[in-house]
Nanobody
Framework: QVQLVESGGGLVQPGGSLGLSCAASGSIFRSYAMGWYRQAPGKQRELVASITNGGSTNYADSVKGRFTISRDNGEKRVYLQMNSLKPEDTAVYYC?????????????WGQGTQVTVSS
């Protein structure tokens, strides 16, 4: 099992910035990806950003240029820096860890943290 503990989130005005952090522990494979997803009311959960062991990143088009994902492999942490926030970024943000092994992938989720962008 893998445990993910998120921190950060909260209320911010449009145009503001916020940072999220997620710490992973437990049975983590040598190869794993970490990322952030979000789910707004009435919508499906969607990928925000992800990052591999090697540092390759992937972003949703809606956040490119505004959000930055990074990770600390030694500490098994992933971060999401969110700038120029918009009301449409309002959602519950979930940390994800994906264990990867030949023929096997395992997904684990954090408990979620609320991000609200409002004036």
């Amino acid at each position: 099992q893998v445990q993910l503990v998120e921190s950060g989130g909260g209320l911010v005005q449009p145009g503001g910035s916020l940072g999220l952090s997620c710490a992973a522990s437990g049975s983590i494979f040598r190869s794993y990806a970490m990322g952030w997803y979000r789910q707004a009311p009435g919508k499906q959960r969607e990928l925000v950003a992800s990052i591999t062991n090697g540092g390759s990143t992937n972003y949703a088009d809606s956040v490119k240029g505004r959000f930055t994902i990074s990770r600390d492999n030694g500490e098994k942490r992933v971060y999401l820096q969110m700038n120029s926030l918009k009301p449409e970024d309002t959602a519950v943000y979930y940390c994800n860890l994906r264990n990867v092994r030949v023929g096997l992938t395992q997904d684990y989720w954090g408990q979620g943290t609320q991000v609200t962008v409002s004036s």
